[in-house]
């Protein structure tokens, strides 16, 4: 049984994908999309060792191995030319969801053409990296997992030359912001905490750094104007 979190990942996926689901973890997801008949292959791909033997386990009592390979490495790096068009990465930091796409051997990301990615923090370097390489968001979701909030972006391939949004909406998510999510204002309030924190940590601080004191002032202002617009 899937958790809030992977069924709206699991939603993103289009049909019959051939899916790379990086950091796979328990192979949870590609067991449900296989068990749900949304893809008809799915790869699924861990380096941690403990996780790796448990996919393997979950994946041969499901008797589902000619439909989910689990393989042992690092990002994409498993990963030939040619053998999916869509990629799952969940779980991890922004940074490090972009450097896993940044690192992608020569030519796998060539057929890909649905990405979706669900960072737990870093979203604006997750997004900045995005529209920065030709993958321009196409969706973003907010869900609600016994009560904490995760942001999932899916992306497709695109013109390099796609505007980036400012630093605020890189950070807000610019789609959620434009199709004013249900969850947005939960969104906004945690991202006002984030920053009064850091502001209070700084003025607290014996040596204040005026520049960065005025840059999370401006985005504090930014975020509560955003949240008065709701």
Not at 35 to 41: R, T
Request: charged share 25%.
């Amino acid at each position: 049984m899937l958790g809030a979190r992977l069924r709206k990942i699991a939603g993103l996926v289009p049909s019959d994908s051939r899916l790379a689901d990086i950091g796979t973890d328990h192979a949870l997801l590609p067991l449900y999309l296989v068990q749900k008949g949304i893809c008809p292959q799915v790869i699924g791909v861990e380096k941690a060792p403990g996780p790796l033997q448990a996919a393997l386990r979950a994946v041969s009592k499901s008797g589902l191995e000619r439909y989910i390979d689990v393989r042992e490495g690092d990002g994409l790096e498993p990963i030939a030319p040619g053998e999916v068009n869509a990629v799952v990465i969940a779980g991890m930091g922004g940074q490090t969801i972009a450097n896993v796409l940044e690192r992608a051997p020569q030519g796998v990301l060539i057929g890909v053409r649905s990405l979706v990615l669900q960072p737990m923090n870093r979203g604006a370097a997750l997004r900045e990296w995005l529209y920065g390489h030709g993958w321009p968001p196409v969706g973003e979701e907010l869900v609600d997992e016994s009560g904490r909030l995760y942001e999932i972006i899916a992306a497709k391939p695109g013109q390099r030359e796609a505007v980036t949004p400012d630093e605020i909406l890189l950070e807000v998510g610019p789609l959620l912001w434009e199709n004013r999510h249900p969850l947005l204002a939960n969104h906004l309030a945690e991202l006002i905490q984030k920053y009064e924190r850091m502001y209070e940590g700084i003025v607290r601080a014996s040596a204040c750094d005026p520049c960065k004191r005025a840059e999370i002032e401006a985005r504090l202002h930014s975020l509560k104007e955003m949240m008065k617009c709701l």
